[in-house]
């Protein structure tokens, strides 16, 4: 399969793309804005995957192109961008395409972070809102740390939590997910269940904060 990460160039789509390329067959696609932008990362990304043994190719591309090419685009902007970024690439979608999102509404204030849910419920039915009707859309990666993904040196034992309404593209996203290792994903059922699985990651931030000890926690179910 190929996987882009639209803003690939930004944290989390640093630490999927270097666990994808590292612990599946599968070919990563960076997109970016900027295709220079998309390029450097990628020289980045491969440097870091020779400096820990891995032999794998990452290629980087505007955004449109990566979407183009892939049969699973990542949506790894900010979530007050994802709308705009999926009119950006929605030409190059069709039901073929799986589009992900791991974006999450969130607010800080002196406390800390607080969920903040756009008018649709949650960024993934935002997504679905946007994404054109054939697309399946689904919702995974939210409450992983990307500092954490992106240290290849860091061993996990996380749980990621998939939403979606397509069965089919829900179970791809899941086994897709559950090749990076240390990585299970969780079947939180349909989009309408994304707002309490986003909910969860401000919560996790907040743990972070607050106990020196779990920086860039995660999740486990048990
Ligand atoms: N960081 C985490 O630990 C984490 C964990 C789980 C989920 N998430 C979610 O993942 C998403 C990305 O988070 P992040 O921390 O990786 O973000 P980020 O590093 O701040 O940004 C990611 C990329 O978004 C692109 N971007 C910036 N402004 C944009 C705009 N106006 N329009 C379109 N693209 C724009 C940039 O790529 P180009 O300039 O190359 O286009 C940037 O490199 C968020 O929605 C977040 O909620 C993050």
Same mark, same amino acid.
Not at 79 to 84: E, Q, R, S, V
């Given at each position: 399969?190929?996987?882009?990460?639209?803003?690939?160039?930004?944290?989390?789509?640093?630490?999927?793309?270097?666990?994808?390329? $590292?612990?599946?067959?599968?070919?990563?696609?960076?997109?970016?804005?900027?295709?220079?932008?998309?390029?450097?990362?990628?020289?980045?990304?491969?440097?870091?995957?020779?400096?820990?043994?891995?032999?794998?190719?990452?290629?980087?591309?505007?955004?449109?192109?990566?979407?183009?090419?892939?049969? %699973?685009? %990542?949506?790894?902007?900010?979530?007050?961008?994802?709308?705009?970024?999926?009119?950006?690439?929605?030409?190059?979608?069709?039901?073929?395409?799986?589009?992900? *999102?791991?974006? %999450?509404?969130?607010?800080?204030?002196?406390?800390?972070?607080?969920?903040?849910?756009?008018?649709?419920?949650?960024?993934?039915?935002?997504?679905?809102?946007?994404?054109?009707?054939?697309?399946?859309?689904?919702?995974?990666?939210?409450?992983?740390?990307?500092? @954490?993904?992106?240290?290849?040196?860091?061993?996990?034992?996380?749980?990621?939590? %998939?939403?979606?309404?397509?069965?089919?593209? @829900? @179970? *791809?996203?899941?086994?897709?997910?559950?090749?990076?290792?240390?990585? $299970?994903?969780?079947?939180?059922?349909?989009?309408?269940?994304?707002?309490?699985?986003?909910?969860?990651?401000?919560?996790?931030?907040?743990?972070?904060?607050?106990?020196?000890?779990?920086?860039?926690?995660?999740? @486990?179910?048990?």
């Amino acid at each position: 399969m190929r996987i882009a990460l639209l803003g690939g160039t930004g944290d989390i789509g640093e630490g999927l793309a270097l666990r994808f390329a $590292r612990d599946t067959d599968h070919e990563v696609l960076i997109g970016s804005r900027d295709p220079e932008k998309a390029r450097d990362a990628v020289a980045d990304y491969e440097s870091i995957l020779e400096d820990h043994g891995a032999d794998a190719t990452v290629k980087g591309f505007a955004n449109e192109m990566a979407a183009d090419r892939a049969d %699973v685009v %990542v949506l790894s902007v900010p979530p007050y961008y994802a709308g705009d970024t999926v009119d950006a690439v929605a030409d190059t979608l069709d039901e073929e395409t799986i589009l992900v *999102t791991p974006a %999450v509404g969130m607010q800080g204030d002196e406390d800390g972070m607080h969920y903040h849910p756009p008018g649709a419920g949650s960024v993934t039915e935002l997504v679905a809102q946007r994404a054109p009707d054939a697309v399946p859309v689904v919702g995974a990666f939210h409450n992983l740390a990307a500092g @954490k993904l992106a240290d290849l040196d860091a061993e996990f034992d996380l749980d990621t939590l %998939v939403v979606a309404d397509d069965d089919g593209a @829900k @179970k *791809t996203v899941r086994d897709l997910a559950g090749e990076i290792e240390g990585l $299970r994903a969780l079947d939180a059922g349909p989009l309408g269940n994304a707002a309490e699985v986003e909910s969860v990651t401000p919560l996790v931030i907040n743990i972070a904060k607050y106990n020196e000890e779990l920086h860039d926690v995660g999740v @486990k179910w048990i």
